[in-house]
Nanobody, 125 residues
Framework: QVPPVESGGGSVQAGGSLKLSCLTQ????????LAWFRQAPGKEREGVAS???????IYADSVKGRFTVSQDNGKNTLLLRMDNLKPEDSAMYYC???????????????????WGQGTQVTVSS
């Protein structure tokens, strides 16, 4: 399958919002598990939010209540709505997909086979 493709990154001030999109074609490729990861310079890549096509979601503690992961009605795009952004949210955001990932591993990067190139999010103080 072709890799996911992210878009929607940009620069915002603290407290602002962004909406990221990931073209996954999950329906076409039967990728039932999707996720957003992020990596800041000098830091490890961390799971942000996961979305399974059965409707189950998982959020990192650092983004709960501020980020919302969902899919579009056509089931081809994974969305990440980010509200009340903080400077510590600044990172390259990556989209990942796989046919199936155990629930306990859905925020672990090693669980996913297909990765996008990333979209940059920068939050200024």
């Amino acid at each position: 399958q072709v890799p996911p493709v992210e878009s929607g990154g940009g620069s915002v001030q603290a407290g602002g919002s962004l909406k990221l999109s990931c073209l996954t074609q999950a329906y076409k490729y039967d990728d039932n598990c999707l996720a957003w990861f992020r990596q800041a310079p000098g830091k490890e890549r961390e799971g942000v939010a996961s979305f399974a096509l059965n409707g189950r979601t998982i959020y990192a503690d650092s983004v709960k209540g501020r980020f919302t992961v969902s899919q579009d009605n056509g089931k081809n795009t994974l969305l990440l709505r980010m509200d009340n952004l903080k400077p510590e949210d600044s990172a390259m955001y990556y989209c990942a997909a796989d046919a199936w990932v155990p629930f306990s591993a859905r925020l672990r990067q090693t669980a996913y086979m297909y990765w996008g190139q990333g979209t940059q999010v920068t939050v200024s103080s």
